[in-house]
Antibody, heavy 118, light 107 residues
């Protein structure tokens, strides 16, 4: 059974870089069928797609975040990662990783809360 | 960017009642729309994709309809576990976008 698990610091200072990782188990991250992605949800608010990555390194980013986002994938360790630079308080959110099938998010991690504060 | 507008923001119903949720797109997304359910403290769960296809393991009381700009998620008879927030999502154009959500609460 596919499982995704986010990990990373729960607190990041303003202007610094947020780095998260998503461990994939129960399925191959190398499958050509899937993309892998990040979605965030500010406390009490809705969902925002951040970006998607394929195991071949192909990426798609939300234009609203593109200048600050980098995603990468490590197939040998079966995980993919998110870096978001120059964070501010408005980046405080619950961050989810997900498997993407034909641009539908069919399996989600449990989410990890990242707070931006000094 | 395609904007998805969900209505109503909150739907107050009793168990056993029928729930009808709406999602309207700012431009046509053909049938490229999905619905997700999110319970408190949990990640969203895919319910419906391609406007009307139930995802694996989703009960038959959940159905989706619509095309173009107007879509509906119907829960034929609300079970206690169905009280949650529901989001629509489009994949027709980049960036992928979500609606603002409809909360289905117990009346």
């Amino acid at each position: 059974q596919l499982q995704l698990q986010e990990s990373g610091p729960g607190l990041v200072k303003p202007s610094e870089t947020l780095s998260l990782s998503c461990a994939v188990s129960g399925a191959s991250i190398r499958s050509s069928t899937y993309y892998w992605g990040w979605i965030r949800q500010p406390p009490g608010k809705g969902l925002e797609w951040i970006g998607s990555i394929h195991s071949d390194g192909t990426t798609f980013y939300n234009p609203s975040l593109k200048s600050r986002v980098t995603m990468s994938v490590d197939t040998s360790k079966s995980h993919f990662s998110l870096r978001l630079t120059s964070v501010t308080a408005t980046d405080t959110a619950l961050f989810y990783c997900a498997r993407i099938v034909e641009n539908w998010f069919d399996t989600w991690g449990q989410g990890t809360l990242v707070t931006v504060s000094s | 960017e395609i904007v998805l507008t969900q209505s109503p923001a909150t739907l107050s119903l009793s168990p056993g009642e029928r729930a009808t949720l709406s999602c309207r797109a700012s431009v046509s997304v053909t049938s490229d729309l999905a619905w997700y359910q999110q319970k408190p403290g949990q990640a969203p769960r895919l319910l419906i994709y391609g406007a009307s296809n139930r995802a694996t393991g989703i009960p038959a009381r959940f159905s989706g309809s619509g095309s173009g700009t107007d879509f509906t998620l119907t829960i034929s008879s609300l079970e206690p576990e169905d009280f949650a927030v529901y989001y629509c999502q489009q994949r027709s154009n980049w960036p992928l976008t979500f609606g603002g959500g409809t909360k289905v609460e117990i009346k």
